[in-house]
């Protein structure tokens, strides 16, 4: 594993940490540095990462916190506080 890939790896893992602790911008900061490294390095965010980042204010999302989750026609649709949705196959 390559250094920017480990780098967004551990800024997922604190993205997710300081969600958990309800520390909203600090999990915000962390995502959005995450997409700068995998942008800059053009690498692809990982799916974890995509399905629990909203692309609309980069909270990380917290199903039954700060995001609504609900299965339709096999997909997981997880709705942001913004208003924003995130809509994947959902895999049992
Ligand atoms: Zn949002």
Redesign the pocket.
């Known amino acids: 594993m390559d250094i920017a890939a480990e780098r967004i790896e551990r800024l997922h893992s604190l993205a997710r940490a300081a969600a958990a602790d309800g520390a909203t911008d600090r999990a915000r900061y962390y995502v959005r540095l995450a997409r700068r490294v995998a942008e800059r390095n053009r690498l692809t965010l990982p799916r974890a990462f995509r399905q629990f980042t ?6 990380y ?1 917290r199903p039954g916190k700060n995001a609504r989750v609900r299965v339709r026609d096999g997909h997981v649709v997880l709705t ?5 949705h995130a809509r994947y196959p959902y895999e049992g």
């Not at 909203?54 to 909270?59: A, T």
């Not at 942001?80 to 924003?84: K, N, P």
Request: aromatic share 0%.
């Open positions: 909203c692309d609309r204010c980069d909270v999302l942001c506080d913004c208003g924003a």
